[in-house]
Each structure stands twice: as C-alpha cells, then as structure tokens.
C-alpha cells in the first residue's frame, strides 16, 4: 500500500533553518504533484508548497515565499522542503502530500503522511 514517511523535523531558534523529507513508498508518484501542508493547534491545515510532475513548476504560499524551498527526485521518490529564516509563526506539523492534481485545499490531496513536529522558538 501507498505509505508516505516525512523526516527531518525538530526544534530550532528563530532565523535557523531544517530540511524536511517524504519519502513515498507503494506505487511511483513520477507523474503526480508532490507537496508540504502545515498545521498548527487550533488551526486548520494549510498549504505550504508544492511541486508539479517534473519538478519545473513550484508554489508557495505567501507566507512562506523566499524562505522555504521545495523539490523533488523522481528517481528516489521523494520531495524535500527546504525551510530557512524560520520564524516562530512557522511551528506546526508538516505533512507531505501527494496527489493528481495540485490544489491549495487538503482535499486536493489523494495521500498523507503522518507529520513531522517543527517548533521555532524565538
């Protein structure tokens, strides 16, 4: 069965910077759209980034534009985001999603995984 394990999450001070990665195992995802959602507590899930099929198209939220980064290899399936200049406003759990089309709404996204915790402490 499809499985997606994100890694990479932790703590860190304000400015610093973590990488995340989703690693997709159960079928190949070469030709769907890979991307990051976020949720804090008490709020809802939200849209962070995300990928097209061959990596030359991305999209960020506003929040996160110039800061984070995100890409992927086909090869390995996978997608990493690349988070710098974290801010404490950034604290939540990161899930990696993939799906046939990419959509700002989760319910764009056909397959989850479980989250990873970051925390920016200021």
């Known amino acids: 069965q499809v499985q997606l394990v994100e890694s990479g999450g932790g703590m860190v001070q304000a400015g610093g910077s973590l990488r995340l990665s989703c690693a997709a195992s159960?079928?190949?995802?070469?030709?769907?759209?890979m991307g990051w959602f976020r949720q804090a507590p008490g709020k809802e899930r939200e849209f962070v980034a995300a990928?097209?099929?061959?990596?030359?198209?991305?999209y960020y939220a506003d929040s996160v534009k110039g800061r984070f980064t995100i890409s992927r290899d086909n090869a390995k399936n996978t997608v990493d985001l690349q988070m710098n200049s974290l801010k404490p406003g950034d604290t939540a759990v990161y899930y990696c999603?993939?799906?046939?089309?990419?959509?700002?709404?989760?319910?764009?996204?056909?397959?989850w995984g479980q989250g990873t915790q970051v925390t920016v402490s200021s």
């Open positions: 999603a993939v799906g046939p089309r990419i959509g700002g709404s989760p319910a764009s996204w056909d397959y």
């Open positions: 159960g079928r190949t995802f070469s030709r769907f759209g």
């Open positions: 990928v097209n099929w061959n990596g030359a198209n991305a």
